[in-house]
T-cell receptor
Framework: SQTIHQWPATLVQPVGSPLSLECTVE??????LYWYRQAAGRGLQLLFY??????ISSEVPQNLSASRPQDRQFILSSKKLLLSDSGFYLC?????????????FGSGTQLSVL | SQQGEEDPQALSIQEGENATMNCSYK?????LQWYRQNSGRGLVHLIL?????REKHSGRLRVTLDTSKKSSSLLITASRAADTASYFC????????????FGPGTSLSVIP
């Protein structure tokens, strides 16, 4: 069966520090991968999506970047965090065959930038 | 933007009542999905309805889709306290198979 792992669950970082959040998928090949951010009590904002290794599409210009060094690994990074980077970050995947069918989400990372 | 918009933003009902949430979107879609999120957790897929379908059922869930109005509704019948969560609609694009956009969600509180 397919599983998605996302870590850490919570993270408190000072302003100006770097960030690296990792997401891995097991049990499937060639998935589409996504990073979403959710502000408190709000909807999900699509940050990045990837249809293959090294292929990253950015939806919102910002202080963050994403990389996909392996087929089932998706990394969200920042060189210097801002206060506005605080939020709940969710990684997700779906099958890369035709129309999007169903997204599978990780358990999320609550990031607080202080 | 193809983003869905749910209404109401918040809904509070008594246990046993039905809950109806609506979603509107802007562009042509292949399918529309509804997800549920418990506080502080990831989202869980509830149901998918394709653009050529008008109604779909899954247990106590009923979803309708009106592509002429670019709108969908999610009905939860005989609600339970455990249904308390946020509910989101999500749409893809009929011209692009590579991303899913979510609406702002409806926060449902079911009072025992």
């Amino acid at each position: 069966s397919q599983t998605i792992h996302q870590w850490p669950a919570t993270l408190v970082q000072p302003v100006g520090s770097p960030l690296s959040l990792e997401c891995t998928v097991e049990g499937t090949s060639n998935p589409n991968l996504y990073w979403y951010r959710q502000a408190a009590g709000r909807g999900l904002q699509l940050l990045f999506y990837s249809v293959g290794i090294g292929q990253i599409s950015s939806e919102v210009p910002q202080n963050l970047s994403a990389s996909r060094p392996q087929d089932r690994q998706f990394i969200l990074s920042s060189k210097k965090l801002l206060l506005s980077d605080s939020g709940f970050y969710l990684c997700a995947w779906d099958r890369r065959t035709g129309p999007n069918e169903k997204l599978f989400f990780g358990s999320g990372t609550q990031l607080s930038v202080l | 933007s193809q983003q869905g918009e749910e209404d109401p933003q918040a809904l509070s009902i008594q246990e046993g009542e039905n809950a109806t949430m609506n979603c509107s979107y802007k562009t042509s879609i292949n399918n529309l999905q509804w997800y549920r999120q418990n506080s502080g957790r990831g989202l869980v897929h509830l149901i998918l309805i394709r653009s050529n379908e008008r109604e779909k059922h899954s247990g106590r869930l009923r979803v309708t889709l009106d592509t002429s109005k670019k709108s969908s509704s999610l009905l939860i019948t005989a609600s339970r306290a455990a249904d308390t969560a946020s509910y989101f609609c999500a749409t893809d694009s009929a011209t692009s198979y590579d991303k899913v956009i979510f609406g702002p969600g409806t926060s449902l509180s079911v009072i025992p």
